[in-house]
C-alpha cells in the first residue's frame, strides 16, 4: 500500500473516531459522579433533585438511573422519542425512558422514569400517558 493511501486511511479512521467521541460527550456530560453518602439513604446519592413524599419510591430507581445500571427490561434505557409531545420538544435521542418497577406486577408494568440529556426527569405512573416533573 502506498504512503499518501496510508495516510488518507490513517486520517479517515482518527476523524471517525473523533466524530463518535464529539456525538456521545453531551451523554457522557450528563452522567454526574456519584456522591459520596454516609447514611445509605439512595435519595441521598441523587444529588438536587426534591422528590415529594408521593414519588419517593423513585428513589431506588433514580439511584439506578445515576450510576448507570439497567433493569433487565430490554427497553431500559433506550432512546423515549416523546410521540406523545406532553415534554419539552427536543432532538431526537435527547430522551431516555426507564422502567420503574409497579407493585404487584411481574414485569415492567405501566411505570417509566424519562431523563433528558440536560438531566431533566420525569415520571409517569400510566405509561406516557402523563408525566410528572422531578425537581
Not at 431526537?92 to 408494568?109: A, F, L, S
Amino acid at each position: 500500500m502506498d504512503m499518501p493511501r496510508k495516510s488518507a486511511i490513517r486520517f479517515a479512521l482518527l476523524a471517525v473516531g473523533l466524530l463518535a467521541a464529539a456525538w456521545l460527550s453531551p451523554y457522557a456530560a450528563q452522567t454526574p459522579a456519584p456522591s459520596q453518602s454516609n447514611d445509605g439513604d439512595p435519595c441521598a446519592t441523587i444529588g438536587d433533585i426534591q422528590l415529594p413524599p408521593r414519588l419517593a419510591d423513585l428513589c431506588p430507581t433514580l439511584d439506578r438511573i445515576r450510576t448507570g445500571r439497567y433493569d433487565p427490561h430490554p427497553r431500559d434505557g433506550d432512546t423515549f422519542y416523546n410521540r406523545e409531545r406532553l415534554l419539552p420538544i427536543k432532538p431526537e435521542g435527547y430522551y431516555r425512558e426507564y422502567v420503574h418497577p409497579t407493585p404487584g406486577i411481574d414485569g415492567p408494568g405501566m411505570r417509566r422514569v424519562v431523563r433528558g440529556c440536560g438531566g431533566d426527569l420525569y415520571f409517569s405512573a400510566d405509561h406516557y400517558r402523563s408525566f410528572v416533573p422531578i425537581h
